[in-house]
């Protein structure tokens, strides 16, 4: 089931959101779901970083697995609240659980991406990146075909618009997270 689930979302994302929707999971199983996929992102997002160091940023090096899982959770479940309410101001339907449960599979998929990005970079670096970087591209297409799906639009350009506002919404939100553990517009307390 998984696999064939994968291989619907790449090809077919609609039916494959209407198959995670048909799962009808409980908001506890989605939210372990999530915990699990952004811990296990997490630790491959790190030791990717440990392997190839060249290939992150400074900063990174500096945060801890922990913080960085605790920092993907939220991140998605600040997220998929911003494309539920930005999906209610475009006319959406969908629940709260169903859409958590579509961003929940996307972090298995990126966690499919990431580890095969793994493996490229020890035989093709830059094959890695390109490929990588075109994955990242497709699963925002993949992303809008969920979110039409789920929110039962009958036009992109309403998905589109829910992506953007749950963008406006995720940035907003986060910026009053910052502010609130005290940091500044310099990154510091």
């Known amino acids: 089931m998984w696999k064939q689930l994968f291989i619907d979302t790449i090809k077919a994302p609609k039916q494959a959101a209407r198959q995670v929707l048909a799962l009808e999971l409980d908001g506890p199983t989605i939210w372990q779901g999530l915990a699990l996929a952004t811990i296990l992102n997490a630790v ?12 992150a ?7 801890s697995p ?13 997220g ?12 959406g339907i969908a629940s709260f659980n169903d859409l958590l449960a579509l961003v929940t599979w996307l ?6 991406v990431q580890l095969g990005g ?10 890695a ?7 990242l591209l497709y699963g925002v297409w993949i992303l809008l075909n969920f979110i039409y799906e789920a929110q039962g639009f009958d036009s992109f350009g309403k998905a589109m618009a829910n992506l953007l506002l749950g963008f406006v919404g995720l940035v907003f939100i986060f ?7 005290g940091f500044g517009p310099t990154g510091t307390p």
């Open 129 to 135: 990146l390109l490929l990588t970087s075109l994955a």
């Open 175 to 181: 910026s009053i997270l910052i502010s609130f553990l």
């Open 57 to 63: 940023p400074p900063m990174v090096l500096t945060i």
């Open 107 to 112: 972090q298995y998929m990126r966690l499919a």
């Open 80 to 91: 998929t609240i911003s494309l539920f309410w930005g999906g209610r101001i475009v006319g």
């Open 44 to 55: 491959v997002f790190v030791v990717t970083i440990l392997a190839f160091p060249p290939a």
């Open 66 to 78: 922990v913080t960085l899982a605790v920092m993907f959770f939220t991140s998605m479940s600040i």
């Open 118 to 127: 793994f493996v490229l970079m020890i035989a093709a670096p830059s094959v």
